[in-house]
Every structure is written in structure tokens, then in C-alpha cells.
Nanobody, 118 residues
Framework: QVQLPESGGGLVQPGGSLRLSCAAS???????MGWFRQVPEKEREFVGN????????SYSDSVKGRFTISRDSAKNTIFLEMDSLKPEDTAVYYC????????????WGQGTQVTVSS
């Protein structure tokens, strides 16, 4: 059973930083891991992802230059370093895993709340 527990969420002031982490277990097949976020009454939004074999990353325009994805390959762990946080970054952040190319985001974490407020 694939599990993706996230950690690192919390309350931070505007301009501050947070680091989220997500350690995948229960699978040895990882094509890509990524982060999404969602606020109430809105669709889940893509934040960024990392192609696991190459390490290549992609980001949404709303976070590009402020958020950075990194990994610990040996532990199948992905990180999301969030800098220069804005109130509009407030959301529940979800870790996701794509096990094979064209398989879609088949596995999701339970989510961790990030609140940016003074």
C-alpha cells in the first residue's frame, strides 16, 4: 500500500519560509513526485513536480522563483521549500506520486495546512 505522509505545514508570516516534506513508502516505482494545493471551493492546483530519474523540475507560474522542489532519492522523499510566502499561498498542500509514465497522479497524501498570515 502506497503511503505519502506530508509534514512541515503550519502558520507563517508573509515573506517567511516553510519546508514541506513527503516520504513515499510502499512502492519502488516512482516516475514523478509532485505537490498540489487546494483552497476551499476551488479545484486542486498544480504547484510543481520532479521527474524522478532526471531530477528535472517544473513549477506553476504562481510559485516559480519562490518555491523549490528537491529530493532524497534514497529515501523516496520529496521536499518543497517555500520562500517569500504570500497570503494567497494559504492552502492545504498535497503530495502526489505518479508511478509510471501516462499513469496519472494515482497516489495522494492526506494534505498539510499552510497558512500565511500576520
Amino acid at each position: 500500500q502506497v503511503q505519502l505522509p506530508e509534514s512541515g505545514g503550519g502558520l507563517v508570516q508573509p515573506g517567511g519560509s516553510l519546508r514541506l516534506s513527503c516520504a513515499a513508502s510502499g512502492t519502488s516505482s516512482v516516475y514523478s513526485m509532485g505537490w498540489f494545493r487546494q483552497v476551499p471551493e476551488k479545484e486542486r492546483e498544480f504547484v510543481g513536480n520532479m521527474h524522478w530519474s532526471s531530477g528535472r523540475t517544473s513549477y506553476s507560474d504562481s510559485v516559480k522563483g519562490r518555491f523549490t522542489i528537491s529530493r532524497d532519492s534514497a529515501k523516496n522523499t520529496i521536499f518543497l521549500e517555500m520562500d517569500s510566502l504570500k497570503p494567497e499561498d494559504t492552502a492545504v498542500y498535497y503530495c502526489a506520486l505518479q508511478s509510471r509514465v501516462f499513469s496519472g497522479w494515482g497516489y495522494w497524501g492526506q494534505g498539510t495546512q499552510v497558512t500565511v498570515s500576520s
